[in-house]
């Protein structure tokens, strides 16, 4: 297990923040989630309101009172001693947990020790199920493999001006026992491997075939997330998106920047709540001013309205000559 080197973190703390932290009491914790389930292997992670050095606990029992035989814990694994003290100053936690039996339920407690006071925090036991089988197949036959598509994040700042250069990003999909993550560093460019998704029917990996809708979690620290949609392409095995972010707004207004499918076309793919069976239309702008119509008279007969910005309308530039757009959603009659 790597240990981060107090002195070092506190250092990198102005005076006024690591007093100020000082006076606090044990950290609060929250946003714990069990990700990238395989048969052997799970990551925890969740924040903390402070700065802290995580650690974890693996039960083999609901009442947390039996240790898991063979189980074993690192904190941020796989990451350079730079980005852990970022993640950790940032109150950002992960671990990942090993050695664990295939289709076997486990129960975690996640502990958070304050960097400023060593005062220490843990949350409830979290439940989670290990992955039936390492290698996926389609439930029907012939049973082939299924290769599901590495998705690329190009994640900016909280402005949208610069480099994202911590983090973690959290994916979920309908379906999907737990969801899958990856942690952001100072080159911005997260790659995440969809086929951790393990089905919650069958213990294997979840086939995308595309048209799913991703909810993604920017887990930025110290409590804050931004959460958005992404809409799975069809056909695409690398779909690449630049710093999707979700702009709330009276009148359903989105950022997100677009998506280049392997074809070379660059899209956006929008997705709207919506009355089932009413009519909209679709506005865009620059920068929330000026709004233009870009499409008239949608509907849907569910509760989702999915929308396709391709570049084909002459109303706005192709979506990879726009350095920022919002997208809202209005009614219409017809």
Request: aromatic residues 8%.
């Amino acid at each position: 297990m790597k240990n981060l080197t107090l002195a070092v973190v506190i250092r990198q703390l102005p005076l006024a923040i690591a007093t100020a932290l000082a006076a606090q009491a044990a950290p609060v914790l929250t946003d714990a989630v069990l990700t990238d389930v395989s048969p052997c292997a799970f990551k925890v992670l969740w924040h903390s309101n402070q700065s802290a050095a995580p650690s974890v606990q693996i039960f083999t029992d609901a009442a947390g009172t039996v240790p898991a035989a063979g189980a074993t814990a690192e904190i941020y694994a796989g990451l350079d001693d730079y980005t852990q003290v970022l993640l950790s100053d940032a109150g950002i936690m992960s671990v990942d947990v090993r050695g664990l039996a295939a289709n076997t339920v486990y129960h975690v407690r996640a502990t958070s020790t304050s960097l400023a006071n060593s005062s220490v925090a843990a949350t409830s036991l979290l439940s989670v199920r290990t992955a039936a089988a390492s290698l996926p197949f389609t439930a029907a036959s012939p049973f082939a493999a299924v290769v599901n598509p590495v998705l690329r994040f190009d994640c900016l700042s909280p402005d949208g001006r610069q480099s994202a250069e911590t983090g973690l990003l959290v994916a979920q999909v309908s379906g999907a026992r737990t969801p899958v993550s990856q942690a952001v560093t100072s080159d911005t460019t997260v790659y995440l491997e969809t086929a951790n998704l393990i089905s919650s029917t069958t213990g294997m990996t979840l086939p995308l075939l595309g048209n799913e809708t991703l909810t993604l979690k920017f887990y930025r620290g110290l409590g804050l997330i931004e959460t958005f949609n992404f809409f799975m392409p069809v056909g695409d095995h690398l779909a690449t998106v630049e710093d999707p972010r979700l702009t709330s707004s009276p009148l359903i207004a989105t950022e997100i920047r677009p998506v280049k499918g392997s074809d070379g076309v660059a899209r956006v793919f929008l997705e709207f709540p919506v009355t089932p069976g009413a009519y909209y239309n679709v506005e865009s702008s620059p920068a929330l001013g000026s709004w233009s119509e870009v499409e008239r008279g949608l509907r849907s007969t569910d509760a989702r309205l999915f929308w396709e910005d391709s570049g084909l309308r002459e109303v706005l530039p192709a979506p990879a000559d726009s350095a920022s757009r919002f997208y809202r959603l209005v009614p219409y009659t017809p």
